[in-house]
C-alpha cells in the first residue's frame, strides 16, 4: 500500500542522523534563531501556524488536530542554502538540513491525542579567525575556531475535540528539551609555540522547562475556519554539565500569542492570513553577554488554489509572503525575517476525500537582517504526511 510505504520512508527520516547543519550569524546570538515547527502547506502560504482550513498536527494549533478523524502522522524535512554578506561583502555561504516537525496523531475518548516533537530555537553555529600572537618577539599565525552545535527542541503531548458540530478545542502540555555545546580550539597551524602549546575548550549546557500550549477554533458557515492560540512556558533551564568552566543559567521566556483564519473566497480560491506576538524583552536581564533582544512578532498572508490537479491528482497550488522579527538580533541592532513563498501539494493516494498518503512542498526565498548583516536564503520544506494506518 502507499501509505504503508510513506509511513516507512517517515520512520527512515526520523532514524537518519541529523548530522547536516545548515548555518546562520542569527544562531550564535542570544539563545540562537526562534524557528516554527510548521508543515509544508503551512510554509508555503507565509502562515505562522494557525487558522488553516482542514484538519493538520501542528504545535501552535492545538485545536486543529480535531477536524483529523483518523490516525495520521507527519514529517518535515527542511534543506536550506544561505548566504551572508557584511557591509556589502561577502561573508560566507552555509547549507544543511534540518527536521523540525515530527507529530502523530490517534483519536482517543472521542477526540484526537496528539505526540510532538518540533523545533524551538537553532544554537548551530561555527567561524574562524586568523590572528597574529607576539610570543619572545616573534609573531606566529594562529586559528581561534568557535563551534556551537545543539539547540532548543519541544517534545509535548495534546488532546483536541469537537464541541458541537463548529467549535474545537485543543490542550498541549509539553517539555523543553535539547543541549548545546561550545567548543573553541586555538591551531597553530603546525608550528610549535613557544610556551603556548594548542588547546581546547569545552562546555555543554542542557535544556529543561515546561510549556502549555491552549488553543480554540470555529467552523463558519463551513467556508471559513478561525483559530487561536496562547502558549505558557516556565523558565528555560540550562544547566550546565560536570566539567563545564560556566553556571547554570535560567531565562524568562515569553508568552505566546496567536492568531489565524482562513476563507474560501471561491470554490477554487483560499485566503489565509495569520499572526504572532512575542515580546522577549524580559530575556535580556538573563543572558550573560547583551545582545540586542526584540520582539519576535510577525505575520503572514497567502492563497491557495485547492482544487489544481497534476497528473490527475489532486495538487494545490499555494503562493504567500511572511514576516516576523527574530528575538535576537547582532550586537545593538534588533534582526527581522521576510520571505516569499511558493509551493504545492501532492496527494499520493486519497479515497472518498480523504487523504491517505501525501507530501506538501514548500520553497521560499528570503532575507534576514540585523544592521550591515544581511542573508540571503533558499529554504524548502518538505512534509510528508500518512493516514490510516
Do not use: K
Amino acid at each position: 500500500m502507499i501509505q504503508l510505504r510513506c509511513l516507512l520512508v517517515l520512520v527512515t527520516l526520523v532514524a537518519a542522523p541529523l548530522h547536516a547543519h545548515a548555518q546562520s550569524v542569527f544562531n550564535s546570538s542570544g539563545l540562537g534563531r526562534a524557528m516554527d515547527a510548521a508543515d509544508g502547506r503551512a510554509r508555503a502560504m507565509g502562515s505562522v501556524g494557525i487558522g488553516l482550513f482542514g484538519g493538520s498536527i501542528s504545535p501552535a494549533d492545538p485545536a486543529a488536530a480535531a477536524g483529523i478523524g483518523f490516525a495520521s502522522a507527519v514529517m518535515v524535512a527542511q534543506p536550506a542554502w544561505v548566504e551572508a554578506e557584511r557591509d556589502g561583502a561577502a561573508a560566507g555561504t552555509f547549507r544543511g538540513t534540518r527536521f523540525p516537525l515530527v507529530g502523530m496523531a490517534y483519536p482517543v475518548l472521542g477526540g484526537m491525542s496528539t505526540v510532538q516533537f518540533g523545533s524551538v530555537l537553532d544554537q548551530r553555529f561555527e567561524s574562524s579567525r586568523a590572528v597574529d600572537v607576539l610570543l619572545g618577539g616573534e609573531s606566529y599565525s594562529v586559528v581561534d575556531q568557535f563551534v556551537q552545535d545543539g539547540g532548543v527542541a519541544l517534545a509535548s503531548l495534546g488532546y483536541a475535540r469537537n464541541v458541537g458540530s463548529n467549535l474545537a478545542v485543543g490542550l498541549a502540555v509539553g517539555r523543553y528539551t535539547g543541549s548545546v555545546t561550545r567548543t573553541i580550539t586555538r591551531d597553530s597551524l603546525g608550528v610549535d609555540l613557544p610556551g603556548a602549546a594548542p588547546f581546547t575548550t569545552r562546555g555543554r549546557w542542557g535544556y529543561g522547562g515546561t510549556s502549555v500550549t491552549a488553543g480554540i477554533s470555529a467552523q463558519l458557515a463551513g467556508v471559513a475556519r478561525v483559530a487561536g492560540s496562547v502558549r505558557w512556558s516556565s523558565g528555560l533551564e540550562a544547566n550546565a554539565s560536570s566539567g563545564t568552566l560556566g553556571e547554570d543559567r535560567s531565562y524568562d521566556l515569553p508568552l505566546e500569542l496567536r492568531v489565524g483564519g482562513s476563507a474560501l473566497l471561491a470554490p477554487g480560491l483560499m485566503l489565509v492570513a495569520s499572526a504572532v506576538h512575542s515580546d522577549w524583552s524580559d530575556v535580556a536581564d538573563d543572558l550573560a553577554t547583551p545582545v540586542a533582544v526584540g520582539d519576535a512578532s510577525g505575520f503572514g498572508v497567502g492563497l491557495e488554489l485547492p482544487q489544481f490537479r497534476l497528473l490527475g491528482r489532486r495538487a494545490p497550488l499555494r503562493v504567500g509572503y511572511r514576516y516576523s522579527g527574530l528575538p535576537f538580533g547582532v550586537g545593538t541592532e534588533t534582526a527581522s525575517e521576510s520571505a516569499f513563498t511558493g509551493g504545492l501539494g501532492f496527494a499520493f493516494n486519497e479515497t472518498n476525500g480523504i487523504l491517505l498518503a501525501g507530501v506538501d512542498l514548500a520553497i521560499e526565498r528570503g532575507e534576514r537582517s540585523a544592521g550591515s548583516i544581511i542573508e540571503r536564503f533558499w529554504r524548502a520544506t518538505a512534509a510528508v504526511r500518512v493516514s490510516g494506518f
